[in-house]
């Protein structure tokens, strides 16, 4: 009984690990879309997708920024682990931005915009 508990553990660990390994979702950039990255400047300075634009989702500014946008927009934001990310996505709804996609951190962005990254 004991073997059968641990081999059925060790099978569900299995199935938890395989399933956080699964790729993003591809994401269609199109010619108007606007992609941000919401890390700091000295991060943004470190490596950033190619065309991003940089505002700061931790700056007292960044309301007022994303404020100037158009709501109608396409949007596509993301940080270095994914948290941020998702603070300024669920920001830019609140202001009636319809059209945002929280791309997570970094490289998951790369990947799935398939946009390189580039340093300053």
Known sequence: MRKLLALLSLAFAATLALAGCSSPA????GEDTVIIDVRTPAEYAEGHLDGAVNID???????????ELPVDGEYVVYCR????????????????????????????????????????
Not at 26 to 29: K, S, Y
Not at 89 to 100: K, L, N, P
């Open 57 to 67: 989702v931790s700056s007292p500014g960044f309301a007022d920024a994303i404020a």
């Open 81 to 120: 682990s994914g948290n941020r990310s998702a603070q300024a996505a669920s920001i830019m709804r609140d202001q009636g931005f319809e059209h945002v996609i929280d791309a997570g951190a970094l490289s998951d962005a790369s990947t799935t915009t398939g946009i390189g990254i580039v340093t300053e």
């Open 26 to 29: 591809p994401v269609t950039v």
